[in-house]
């Protein structure tokens, strides 16, 4: 730099803070804005493959993601640890790949190497899928640990814990004619009522749903998440009707128990109530107040519990109680 009174200006940045990240694009994960950027080309392919079919649907602020690449060592490190305080959330792998978000500032930023992106279903499900549906579980909804499927227009959330069947019973209702909005995580808008927005575009499967649905072979992606063999299917690739959202007309607690009949029982609101809240994980004292409002609302749709031996007992119970026990 020439002229009399120019400074030069060193290279000094050894926090990273104005890393050069060159590709950035705007995505629409549930339907709300999210600007992702990043030194690597992978990150963005990455961001298409969880996000690229979202179309606008809410006009809110975007959230921002950083995401930033270095070469590190070789190999996917283990599933991160998730820590939080107050507005700030941290997932943390090891020295090379770790995360955090910031909820008032909406912004989340990701350390990661290569090898890490490279392994992608890894990479979304771990950093970017965590990161911005953390921020947004704070921001915009809560979310359940349910399915959600329709029938005739009426939302039914298959509510329960993590291998009790919920993406094959939810996958077992759209193959006979449901609609499919969401296979283990459905959110419930903060402020609107008994409505749920989902993830449509896709399942997610223990390893051996190809074995109990043929037509699911040759579609999936496979990898272990969480501990539990996972493969993934793209709903584009099935003969099944999709929706990005539904009103919950009715709750569904699902207990699976292999050998025995099928029975559908009313519980009180009270149990709903008690047990949603009970099992929703706990954030900034600020957000939970507003996301027990929404349980609690959610909770006004009649509830039921269902005992079932395989799903092919459970679907008539399910479609009787949606055509002839009727809604509230």
């Given amino acids: 730099m020439s002229g009399a009174n120019a400074v030069e200006t060193l290279a000094n940045d050894p926090l990273l803070y104005r890393a050069p990240l060159p590709y950035a694009a ?34 809110t602020p975007p959230l921002r993601l950083h995401v930033i690449v270095s070469e590190g060592g070789a190999g996917t490190p283990p599933d991160p640890v998730l820590r939080g305080q107050r507005h700030l959330l941290s997932w943390v792998c090891d020295q090379e790949n770790f995360s955090f978000c910031d909820r008032l500032q909406r912004f989340g930023c990701c350390f990661v190497t290569r090898a890490t992106v490279a392994d992608q279903v890894f990479f979304r499900w771990h950093f970017l899928e965590a990161i911005i549906f953390m921020l947004q579980e ?19 959330l298959l509510y329960g814990d993590s291998g009790v069947g919920k993406s094959t019973l939810a996958y077992a209702c759209a193959r006979r004619g449901w609609t499919y909005i969401s296979d283990d995580g459905s959110s419930v808008l903060l402020g609107g009522g008994r409505t749920v927005i989902g993830e449509p575009h896709h399942f997610r499967f223990r390893a051996e749903a190809p074995e109990i649905f043929p037509e699911l072979r040759g579609l999936t992606v496979g990898r272990q998440l969480d501990r539990k063999p996972t493969i993934e299917v793209r709903t584009a690739d099935l003969p099944i009707r999709t929706a990005r959202e539904c009103r919950v007309d009715h709750i569904v607690f699902v207990d699976r128990r292999p050998g025995s009949g099928a029975s559908l029982t009313r519980i009180s609101r009270e149990e709903v109530q ?18 027990t409002e929404a349980i609690v609302s959610i909770s006004e749709a009649p509830a039921y519990k269902l005992c079932y031996g395989s799903f092919e007992e459970a679907l008539p119970l399910l479609e009787q109680m949606v055509r002839i026990w009727g809604t509230a």
Wanted: aromatic share 12%; net charge negative.
């Fill in 274 to 291: 008690e047990r949603m809240l009970r099992e929703m994980p706990m954030l900034d004292e600020e957000v939970d107040v507003r996301r």
């Fill in 138 to 156: 704070q921001i915009f909804y809560t979310s359940l640990h349910a399915a959600c499927v329709a029938l005739d227009g009426a939302g039914v």
């Fill in 26 to 59: 705007r995505f629409y994960p549930l339907g709300f804005p999210a600007d992702v950027a990043s030194n690597s080309r992978e990150v963005l392919d990455a961001a298409r493959q969880s996000w690229g079919v979202y179309a606008p649907q809410f006009d």
